[in-house]
């Protein structure tokens, strides 16, 4: 529900903070509150994307961490280049520790 997504988007950093704790499924819950909302979507940060690749970096890739990009790449089917060009590249900057080229999936 938008009302709520427009409510708790202002706190997207405080749940981010939360990515990486066991048992806490923060990626969900931060999926949600941007789910097929472009205008909200649009607006996150960077550094929002960074902490995820970080957390990829530290605790390795997790397939609840990869899946909470689809939300913030797409919105109702239509492509958000902005975010997919900021996601690309963050991603390049970092490519041999998060890309996995060679199908090793550790």
Do not use: Y
């Not at 950093?13 to 509150?33: C, R, W």
């Amino acid at each position: 529900n938008r009302e709520a997504q427009a409510k708790l988007f202002p706190l997207l950093h405080v749940f981010s903070e939360h990515v990486g704790i066991e048992s806490l499924n923060v990626s969900d819950t931060l999926s949600e509150m941007v789910r097929d909302n472009s205008k909200i979507v649009m607006q996150v940060p960077e550094s929002f994307f960074r902490q995820f690749l970080d957390a990829m970096h530290m605790w390795g890739r997790k397939a609840r961490w990869l899946r909470i990009f689809e939300v913030f790449l797409e919105a109702k089917g239509k492509p958000l280049k902005r975010n997919q060009d900021l996601l690309m590249r963050l991603l390049m900057e970092d490519v041999s520790e998060l890309v996995d080229l060679e199908c090793d999936f550790s």
